[in-house]
């Protein structure tokens, strides 16, 4: 067997290859025979219907299944020559039958060939977070919108307050959205819950007071936006949102014995909350280095794989209320950035020979089911059944691979602390 190999993309691969057809013909025998002894033909004992005639009988059937094969196992002997481990499918093409010789090609996408750089001289900030009172207060304040309550009141509508309307809207045929009609909807008044200047119409208006106006929906409404529409509004109550007052009657509520027990715990947690972060944007900031350090061509194939999972986990972990194409639009950039750094941290853990443990996998495995199915749910029959999906388990395994990799690059690199804001968080 002959094969010529060429390199389109540093992520692709074209495999030219050659052999003597008659490897065709003896797969065909073959197959004819296994074909002969095990199916039965009136007539003929089993095993002893003569091959041309089978052959004949099953007419091309036969041809194109012995090539197929021989291609399949070309494609792989040709793979496993050359030392290479395609990452998509592998496709073939020019299949040609000439003087007694087979060639075709197949082409697919391999991972990109890089060296591994020393990371002496690579410096990487390491965020440090203080915690302050101003920190405190905001989460205080948390607490405080989560009790918040709805009064009625009798007065124009201010931002920040609650207006209970019913709304009408058409165009000028006539035409009424759906979901721009409604009755007795209650929206808080701030311009993240309406189109861009469309508050403005809103401001100010009382309790039974009828407005009517037209408004043109700004383009970034992808189902109205540039669309002029006639509306007709009507206040049914104004209500203002009230907050109730931080005291310790407030922190009882919440089942702590005063203020300053609630505090003394949200200090706490906060703290432990921005020693998770440091490290969490300490790792971010070495995988956007790494990103840098090696400005790879990225395998379109494991792209379109990862971006897959992640619109699955977006899709049943948040409420996103964007459509699929918008969706996967917004989430492109992150599914390569991802590849990038799977590829890089195991090219890394090659390097520098880092395996697992049966004790660090299965540990991994314990939590990860955990995570998944929630920690009291763990008995025998879940864990048999989480460990027999070979999806999960590889998952598992090349996080945790790819986990123990960055702590070892945390050892090489310089590390430069700086101070970071907290209420960036």
Known sequence: ????????????????????????????????????????????????????????????????????????????????????????????????????????????????EFEIKSLEDLEVEKPHYEINDEVIENKMKMFQERAAYLEKVERPCQKGDYLIFDMTCQDDQGNKPEELNFQNRSVEI??????????????????????????????????????????????????????????????????????????????????QELNEKEQRDFEENILKALEDQYPLEIPSTMVEKELE?????????????????????????????????????????????IELSNEEINKNLIDAIGQKVGYHKIDKPTIKKMTNDWEFVRDVFWDTKRRKTLEKIKQLIKVREVNGNAQDR
């Open 309 to 353: 999972q992640l619109m699955k986990a977006f899709k049943s972990h948040f409420n996103v209320n964007k459509d699929i194409k918008t969706l996967k639009t917004d989430l492109e950039e992150l599914a390569s950035r991802k590849v990038k750094q799977y590829i890089i941290l195991d090219k890394f853990a090659q390097h520098h020979k």
């Open 190 to 271: 701030t311009e993240n819950n309406f189109w861009e200047n469309f508050i403005d119409h809103i401001i100010g208006i009382s309790p039974e007071e009828h407005r009517e106006f037209s408004f043109e929906i700004p383009p970034a409404d992808e189902k109205y936006g540039g669309k002029s529409y006639n509306f007709n509004i009507i206040a049914n109550q104004v209500k203002k949102k009230v907050l109730p007052e931080l005291n310790d009657d407030f922190a009882k509520d919440y089942g702590f014995e005063d203020l300053e027990k609630m505090k003394e715990y949200l200090t706490q947690n906060t703290e």
């Open 1 to 112: 067997m002959k094969v010529t190999v060429e390199k389109p993309s540093p992520v692709k691969r074209l495999l030219r290859i050659e052999e003597n057809s008659k490897i065709i013909d003896k797969e065909e025998k073959k197959l004819l025979s296994h074909i002969a002894s095990n199916r039965r033909f009136p007539g003929f004992r089993p095993g002893k219907i003569p091959l041309p005639l089978l052959k004949k009988m099953l007419g091309d059937e036969v041809s194109k299944s012995s090539l197929n094969s021989v291609i399949e196992k070309l494609s792989q002997q040709a793979i496993e020559q050359e030392k290479l481990n395609p990452v998509s499918e592998i496709e073939e093409k020019d299949i040609k039958i000439e003087d007694e010789a087979l060639s075709f090609t197949i082409s697919f996408e391999v991972i990109p």
